[in-house]
């Protein structure tokens, strides 16, 4: 895989990233901040390293498994692993402006 491919289906992970949502704020994983890295590597190995708007997220286990599905249905993804952390924690500065738009914020 070339690194042209490589950044073409992270685009592309990014873009099905964009299609789950915070259960309980009405705006994509992506653009609310929660995604902080996305390495793919050449055997097909998406990294997803992400976080949750609180630690005691009750739908974390969920989110975690949408964010997978969503990547793994990117061609050229052969497997996801996906890690949460909590450093640095999320506040509302991570918001995209799309993101402040949708929630009134701009």
Do not use: R
């Amino acid at each position: 895989m070339t690194a042209k491919e490589i950044t073409t289906i992270e685009e592309n992970i990014v873009a099905a990233l964009k299609e789950v949502f915070d259960p309980e704020i009405p705006v994509n994983i992506y653009d609310l901040g929660l995604v902080y890295e996305i390495d793919l590597e050449p055997s097909g190995l998406a990294h997803i390293t992400m976080t949750l708007t609180a630690p005691n997220c009750p739908m974390a286990d969920m989110l975690v498994d949408d964010v997978k599905s969503a990547a793994m249905a990117v061609e050229g993804v052969e497997q996801v692993e996906v890690e949460l952390t909590f450093e640095p924690a999320w506040d509302k500065s991570m918001l995209s402006d799309e993101a402040k738009l949708e929630l009134g914020l701009l």
